[in-house]
Structure formats: C-alpha cells, structure tokens
T-cell receptor
Framework: ETGVTQTPRHLVMGMTNKKSLKCEQH?????MYWYKQSAKKPLELMFV???????ENNSVPSRFSPECPNSSHLFLHLHTLQPEDSALYLC???????????FGPGTRLTVL | GDSVTQMEGPVTLSEEAFLTINCTYT??????LFWYVQYPGEGLQLLLK?????DKGSNKGFEATYRKETTSFHLEKGSVQVSDSAVYFC?????????????FGTGTRLTIIP
C-alpha cells in the first residue's frame, strides 16, 4: 500500500450503531487530520494530531471520537450519529511544518 | 479569520477551451496558496502551490500566480481535456498552532465535454 488509505470506503449505519473509520498513512508523516466534506460546503477540519497528540478539535460533537495510537494510524469512532452527519470523511497526513497535506480517498458515510 | 472564496460552479466547457477558475483569499499573514483537485470517487490531490507573492505554481498544464496586491490565486489552463473533469479546491495554509492548517474554498465542479 502507498499513500493514505481509508477503510471502509462506504458505510451505512443507523443512529444507534457504533462504528469506526480507519486511516493509515505509508508516507512517514507525523501529523494526521480528519476532515468532513459535505455538499456545497467547504471542507471542515475536525481534528488534528501531531506527533500522536491531539492539537486541534474544531468544536466537533462528542459523538465523534478520534484515536491516534501511533503516527501511522488514525481512527474516528462514531456513535449515536444523526442524519446530518452523512458526508464524505477524509483523512490526510503531512510532515509537521510542511503545508502540503496528502489525502486518502475518503469514507462515504450515510446515517439512516 | 482566514477565508477562501472561489467561483461557484458548475463550470462546463468544451474540450480544448481555455479555463479560468477564480480564487480570492483573506488572511492576516502571508499564507501559502494551493489548488487541490478531486477526481470522482477519490480524495483530494495537490495540483499546484505557491509559497510567496508573485510565485507561479504549475502542473499538468495548469498554472496559478500568487497575487498579493489583489489577494488572488486564479487557476488557468490553455486547453482543457475531458480527463480534467473534476472538482477543484483553492486553499491557503496558516502556520498556527505549530502545525500547518489548511482553509479550503467550497470547490468548483468542472465538466469538459468532447
């Protein structure tokens, strides 16, 4: 595998389910990001991890819970989501201090 | 705070037409500027970048010049192809919190017809 990978690519869940999104980067970077992409809206930065510590949390509801066990892996744990949480969730990585971010293909999430 | 405004789409052009997608920004400092492209079913890919005023970024026939006086970073291509059909995002970076933070525009969907 190369670059940034995300699994699953598609996920449909009910409002009472618990699921997790996974991101893995094979680039040797030390910063990772979660973004939410909704139709007709700018990408929304959700969380930033740098050197495995969370350095930013953009007022994201607690039903989204990130986890970064090491510099190569990033998870987004989901529970009791709402239909308006349906979106494409993108993971990205970068080398700290560099402005260039590398994105994964995203997970298309649908909440019923 | 920082913001990016780009022209709303969708934009539909014929093959070999000239392309311009406008992008203007608001920032307190001297950001780096980027164009990212998202092909159907994929994540964002960096298309080109410019890190200081008057720099020109270029890649795959696309160009954009960092214009500090007009706070703009318009994307241009002289002759588009069907394979250029995608969503294009203008973005700027802000060196805050010890790490680079990207602020994106809303994206412009481009469709090229043969």
């Amino acid at each position: 595998e190369t670059g940034v990978t995300q699994t699953p690519r598609h996920l449909v869940m009910g409002m009472t389910n618990k699921k997790s999104l996974k991101c893995e980067q094979h680039l040797g970077h030390n910063a990772m990001y979660w973004y939410k992409q909704s139709a007709k809206k700018p990408l929304e930065l959700m969380f930033v991890y740098s050197l495995e510590e969370r350095v930013e949390n953009n007022s994201v509801p607690s039903r989204f819970s990130p986890e970064c066990p090491n510099s190569s892996h990033l998870f987004l744990h989901l529970h009791t989501l709402q239909p308006e949480d349906s979106a494409l969730y993108l993971c990205a990585s970068s080398q700290e201090g560099s402005p260039e971010q590398f994105f994964g293909p995203g997970t298309r999430l649908t909440v019923l | 705070g920082d913001s990016v405004t780009q022209m709303e789409g969708p934009v539909t052009l014929s093959e070999e037409a000239f392309l311009t997608i406008n992008c203007t920004y608001t920032a307190t400092g001297y950001p780096s500027l980027f164009w990212y492209v998202q092909y159907p079913g994929e994540g964002l890919q960096l298309l080109l970048k410019a890190t200081k005023a008057d720099d020109k970024g270029s890649n795959k026939g696309f160009e954009a010049t960092y214009r500090k006086e007009t706070t703009s970073f318009h994307l241009e291509k002289g002759s588009v192809q069907v394979s250029d059909s995608a969503v294009y995002f203008c973005a700027l970076s802000d060196r805050g919190f010890g790490n680079e933070k990207l602020t994106f525009g809303t994206g412009t969907r481009l469709t090229i017809i043969p």
